[in-house]
Structures are given as C-alpha cells and as structure tokens.
C-alpha cells in the first residue's frame, strides 16, 4: 500500500474505533480463512496514522487507518471521522473475500440498523444524544468501481450486483443491529482490491445527518489525508 521502510513500528494491536455509541471493529475473510484479530505488522505513520499487516499464505492484507479532518458537506465544522482503507494483494488465487464492520458495546438507549443512500452502504446508531455512522460503497458502486479496474478488478464487473442489495453472491450485507459485510468475489495472483469503509459522529439532528454524510468519502479522498504530513 506504501513503503514502509521510513515508518516506525509500532506494538501490534487490534485495530478498533472508539465512538460515543461503541466499538467499531473490523474482520477480513479469505476464504475459509478468517484474519487474526491482531495484525502480523503495525507502522505508525508521521500523522499518527497506522499501517495494519497481515501475511496469509495466498494474500498481503493491508489496513490504513486513522482519524481524519474533511469540511462538512454543507460548510460547516468537520465532524469526528476515521478512515479505514483495505488493500488486499492476492500472491495465489484467493477463492472468496469478505470484509465486514461493526458496532458493538452499544448502550442501552442507543437504536441501529441499515442506513443506505446513493451509491452508500451504511448502518448508523443513535440515541437522543449522538449519531454514529459507519459506511463505505454499496453494491452498485462497487460494480462501477470493477467496470473502472482501478480499486477491484476489471472481472468482478459482471459479478457484483447493479441491483437491490443482498439479490446476488456478492455485494453488502446488512446485519442487526449494526453490522455490514462486502462480500465480494475471488481473487487471482497479482490481483488487488481495495476497499475504503469510514466512521463518524455528530450531535444527533434530523435536519443536518453530519456523521451520515461524512462515511460517503471516496477512498482517494481518506488516503490522501490519511498519509498526509503533520501540520
């Protein structure tokens, strides 16, 4: 994803979100195969970013994550945001691939569940006091993003649904009360996907979703400030 050879190593540990409303955890399927919590490798970057790496047998998976500063969509103050990147570098073939978000330890008061718009896979969780949304492409965009070849590979194009989520193999998929999976298609040697899947909050206000809007971030967007120098 990036040299790591000026990083500093840091202790490895599981990488997680704290927000107002619980835990953002994060887990990543190869297969059959599902990823130690903990990474093989962690690099801190300059700006307090990390770099996650795991080494399985048939892929390099690489996490780049850390809280980022974006203008509001309408203007207004930034709202707290984290940004949490997957590039997934197959070195033989890769049969299936999942990657999935979720938010746990939620209080009591706090309700969840699917919050999808506009090319956006979503869940949000809320109470009377904060709103906490976790969110990344959906099915359509995800297709988009094949047909470009660029972020999946040109041969999922045909493969990923353009259509309702959860009708096809691939795509999101939704779990209560706060939880998203991409499952996507296989993968060949050499092949790579990334995958770009944020998290925000926001005072809760039904007329300015701050935190909703925010998740709905391209990843060439997250990566540049997430790698960008310190101030």
Do not use: K
Not at 197 to 214: G, L
């Amino acid at each position: 994803m990036l040299p790591t050879d000026h990083l500093d190593t840091a202790d490895r540990r599981r990488a997680v979100i704290d927000t107002p409303l619980g835990i953002v955890g994060f887990s990543v399927t190869l297969g059959s195969d599902t990823l130690t919590a903990e990474p093989d490798a962690l690099w801190r970057l300059p700006n307090d970013s990390q770099l996650h790496r795991w080494t399985h047998r048939s892929a390099t998976v690489d996490l780049l994550i850390g809280s980022i500063e974006v203008p509001a969509w309408d203007g207004g103050a930034p709202v707290p945001m984290w940004a949490a990147i997957w590039q997934v570098q197959a070195h033989a073939d890769v049969p299936g691939l999942c990657i999935s978000a979720e938010m746990t330890d939620l209080p009591a008061d706090a309700v969840g569940g699917p919050d999808p718009g506009e090319c956006l896979a979503a869940v949000s969780v809320e109470n009377e006091h904060f709103l906490v949304s976790v969110g990344g492409p959906d099915s359509e965009l995800l297709g988009m993003q094949a047909a470009d070849g660029r972020l999946m590979p040109y041969g999922w194009a045909h493969l990923l649904p353009d259509g309702e989520e959860g009708s096809a193999e691939y795509g999101v998929r939704y779990a209560d009360p706060a939880a998203i999976a991409w499952r996507l298609p296989g993968l060949a040697a050499t092949e790579v996907a990334r995958l770009c899947i944020a998290t925000a909050w926001s005072p809760r206000d039904d007329d300015r979703p701050a935190a909703w809007f925010a998740v709905d971030i391209p990843l060439d967007t997250a990566y540049h400030h997430l790698i960008a120098e310190p101030a």
